[in-house]
């Protein structure tokens, strides 16, 4: 999970990594976002920026701590922030948190967050080293 300090945090941390906005087509029966579409624009957000670090392939080994806090509607823009958390020899971990902006609103809120974590591979789809400046 994101430190106490990213927990306690009125603002987004880390890189803007994808944002876009909640459509009618991805709503539960009850007019909510599914939390799957939520995960997927935060696995490819964090995605984009684990092979932009790796500089190659990378595939998602393992989600952490999902919490959904709040939920997203029709019409809000969601944005997804990403950190390189640590780097291991092959594989990366990624905090990523997603904030709305609430359709007609200004404020942001943080609705969910968790851990992603990659592993750089080649194009057969074996571990290589995640490349180091």
């Given at each position: 999970m994101p430190n106490d300090d990213a927990e306690n945090s009125e603002q987004p941390k880390g890189e803007l990594v994808i944002r876009t906005i909640a459509m009618p087509a991805d709503t539960n029966p009850n007019g909510d976002i599914f939390?799957?579409?939520?995960?997927?624009?935060?696995?490819?957000?964090?995605?984009?920026?684990?092979?932009?670090?790796?500089?190659?392939?990378?595939?998602?080994?393992?989600?952490?701590?999902?919490?959904?806090?709040?939920?997203?509607?029709?019409?809000?823009?969601?944005?997804?922030?990403?950190?390189?958390?640590?780097?291991?020899?092959?594989?990366?971990?990624?905090?990523?948190?997603?904030?709305?902006?609430?359709?007609?609103?200004?404020?942001?809120?943080r609705v969910t967050r968790a851990v992603f974590t990659y592993v750089a591979v080649d194009p057969s789809g074996r571990p290589v080293p995640v490349e180091r400046l």
């Open positions: 939390g799957g579409w939520l995960m997927a624009q935060m696995d490819l957000g964090s995605g984009i920026l684990a092979s932009k670090m790796a500089k190659t392939r990378v595939v998602t080994v393992a989600v952490e701590g999902m919490s959904f806090l709040q939920p997203v509607k029709v019409g809000d823009t969601v944005a997804c922030y990403a950190w390189v958390e640590s780097v291991g020899r092959t594989s990366m971990k990624i905090p990523v948190e997603v904030w709305v902006q609430r359709y007609m609103h200004t404020e942001q809120t």
